[in-house]
């Protein structure tokens, strides 16, 4: 019953520094998404994945990459972090359609330092 | 562009009272999908209710219920009998029904404290 599984929980970065997000479904959801959460922002989606092999940009992918490895997976990786990529990630999935809902992980504290 | 806005940051609530939480939303999609989620201070996202846009009838989950203005794009999420355990941040929002590659977008959030 494990839904939506994001790891890491925490992370501390220094600046330049990459690293992945890795986030997996066992839901056999089509759509996956990738959030940052600021504070008075509310959610901004970065990255879109309507289906396998697919990939489009959010409102904020600058500074991101994604890979759809698999119907399963969905990675978002920073290849040079810096300070305002400072957030709380979330991934979510939902079945096809514009009805269903979003399940989501836990999400990522991410400090870039 | 579709966009959405919630335009109170904080609220609050007497508890046993109802509030209501606004929600304005923009698209040019004829079909799209409105949906509220609750975030409580331990982080998790909680769907709670959703409204599609061709419902004819106001969607209704127990005590939250969606007045669904279409011609005004308003979406509000009203809590009945407000329960101090519905203190969280909730947010609004909408996924276009475009040949099922919507991308699901989120308002800015309201904080909603339930007083006692």
């Known amino acids: 019953n494990a839904g939506v599984t994001q790891t890491p929980k925490f992370q501390v970065l220094k600046t330049g520094q990459s690293m992945t997000l890795q986030c997996a479904q066992d839901?056999?959801?089509?759509?996956m998404y990738w959030y940052r959460q600021d504070p008075g922002m509310g959610l901004r989606l970065i990255y879109y994945s309507a289906s396998e092999g697919t990939t489009d940009k959010g409102e904020v992918p600058n500074g991101y990459n994604v890979s759809r490895l698999n119907k399963r997976e969905f990675s978002l990786r920073l290849e040079s972090a810096a300070p305002s990529q400072t957030s709380v990630y979330f991934c979510a999935s939902s079945a096809q359609g514009a009805s269903t809902e979003a399940f989501f992980g836990q999400g990522t504290r991410l400090t870039v330092v | 562009a579709q966009k959405i806005t919630q335009t109170q940051p904080g609220m609050f609530v007497q508890e046993k009272e109802a509030v209501t939480l606004d929600c304005t939303y923009d698209?040019?999609?004829?079909?799209?999908?409105l949906f509220w989620y609750k975030q409580p201070s331990s982080g998790e996202m909680i769907f709670l209710i959703y409204q599609g846009s061709y419902d004819e009838q106001n969607a209704t989950e127990g005590r939250y219920s969606l007045n669904f203005q279409k011609a005004r794009k308003s979406a509000n999420l009203v809590i009945s009998a407000s329960q101090l355990g519905d203190s969280a941040m909730y947010f609004c929002?909408?996924?276009?029904?475009?040949?099922?590659?919507?991308?699901?977008?989120f308002g800015q959030g309201t904080t909603l404290q339930v007083k006692p």
């Open positions: 839901m056999n959801h089509n759509s």
């Open positions: 929002a909408m996924r276009p029904y475009s040949g099922n590659t919507g991308k699901l977008i």
């Open positions: 698209t040019s999609d004829q079909s799209y999908g």
